[in-house]
């Protein structure tokens, strides 16, 4: 099984609980991405990896949002075979729901953008 994330407003937004579950979907065996819109992939690696993401550092890779709108993580995910993507953009998730199962992480108000203690 292939399974991606966001950073922003997902991984940035719940560190530990989804660095406790991409730990746990790697040692059952899945391939874990990330799948950002940030558009420089060294920020985006460093961003993942200094935050403690036991994520492969080629499996962070970058939206095109200028090419694709909407539907720029889609173009990587139908690429990827991804199986299911989580995502708290609205458009994207719809876009990625076309090609996988796509799991809309619904932004909480009252807890901040980076929380938990991740590094921006």
Known sequence: MR????IGGVLSKYPDTF???????RRGGAEVFV???IP????????VIDNG?????????????AAHGDR???ELIRRLQIDMHF???AGYAAAASRACVSLLVWPDPDKPYNGGGFVP
Do not use: G, N
């Open 87 to 89: 995502d708290d953009y």
């Open 35 to 37: 799948i950002t819109d």
């Open 19 to 25: 660095r406790d579950l991409i730990a746990t979907l």
């Open 3 to 6: 399974i991606s994330f966001d």
């Open 53 to 65: 993401f036991a994520v492969p550092a080629e499996h962070v890779l970058c939206a095109d949002y």
């Open 72 to 74: 720029c993580k889609e």
């Open 40 to 47: 420089d992939r060294e920020t985006a690696r460093s961003l």
